[in-house]
């Protein structure tokens, strides 16, 4: 018995040998060995990309794609022990990481806004002075206490200059969630947050099925000379940040915020270095990915 296993064993082992040996001699004798390789073989050395073969760019990006892909699945295994925020008020729910780049996380409710930053943001600590009512004055006052202590009295033009900047780092996010029936309550919410003029602006796009059932993914689209246009970059609607707006006709809600152009929320164990600053890499990505509408409890 110990005879055939070892005869087994020692046949394995010439089989890895010969294999390694095949292979160390295409490298050795081909020196464009790589069109003859699996990508998982390939030995492909740092150049300028247009020296690249067509085969290393393809394999290049698949080993890419994997390593993100194994530290976004490291992520979503840190965030299994994340809690979750729910706000009974406004109906609403998700969940979240405990710190951020070491600092806890806040909700700062008012109104009809949930902030969700952390306890270093200014506005943390004069959350006190916001009103309540309707989220475009409350917008406005985040904006007078932002501006006032990080940028040095500076003032803005426009409520979008400030939530440029705004949502920029400052804060976070703002969760904006209002009670919507109709496509024309949701148009006026668009105008509420984002205007619009005969030469430009914003207006509803479509609605399409979103993670939770009977929930929407709103598409906002740019208005020019009084028509929709599905993609203009020169209108003053030119989007090119991470917005989410979210509509559940069964709860007669819609809530909508900003991430901004870069992820807000960071997992302790993935560098999103490491992921080439891809947001799907980011705690905000499952953050918004769990965002939920639930029951409202009675006044």
């Known amino acids: 018995m110990n005879l055939l296993s070892n005869k087994?064993?020692?046949?394995?082992?010439?089989?890895?040998?010969?294999?390694?040996?095949?292979?160390a001699t295409i490298i050795v004798i081909y020196p464009d060995q790589n069109r003859y390789l699996p990508c998982a073989l390939m030995l492909i050395e740092e150049k300028h990309w247009s020296e690249y073969t067509e085969k290393e760019l393809l394999c290049i990006q698949k080993r890419e794609d994997r390593r993100y892909e194994l530290l976004r699945e490291k992520g979503i295994e840190e965030s299994k022990d994340w809690s979750t925020y729910s706000n009974e008020k406004l109906g609403i729910a998700f969940e979240y990481p405990e710190y951020s780049d070491g600092t806890k996380v806040v909700f700062i409710e008012a109104g009809n806004i949930v902030f969700v930053t952390t306890t270093s943001s200014p506005l943390y600590n004069r959350k006190d002075e916001l009103p309540n009512g309707d989220g475009v004055d409350i917008l406005k006052k985040a904006q007078e206490i932002s501006h006032i202590e990080v940028e040095g009295g500076d003032t803005f033009s426009s409520i979008d200059e400030y939530l440029e900047t705004f949502f920029s780092g400052l804060v976070g996010w703002a969760?904006?969630?209002?009670?919507?029936?109709?496509?024309?309550?949701?148009?006026?919410?668009?105008q509420d947050r984002f205007g619009r003029g005969f030469e430009g602006g914003c207006t509803l796009g479509d609605k399409f099925e979103g993670i939770q059932a009977g929930v929407y993914d709103v598409s906002i689209d740019p208005v020019r000379g009084g028509e929709r246009h599905k993609y203009d970059p020169d209108s003053s609607c030119f989007i090119n940040w991470i917005l989410y707006f979210k509509y559940s006709p069964q709860h007669s809600r819609a809530a909508m915020w900003d991430v901004g152009q870069e992820a807000k929320f960071h997992f302790s164990t993935v560098d999103e270095a490491d992921c080439n600053f891809r947001y799907y890499c980011s705690a905000d990505y499952l953050m918004a990915e769990s965002f939920r509408f639930i029951e409202r409890k009675a006044d």
């Open 8 to 23: 087994k064993t020692t046949i394995i082992s010439l089989v890895i040998f010969i294999g390694a040996l095949l292979i």
């Open 175 to 190: 969760i904006w969630v209002r009670d919507v029936d109709s496509d024309a309550d949701l148009e006026q919410f668009i």
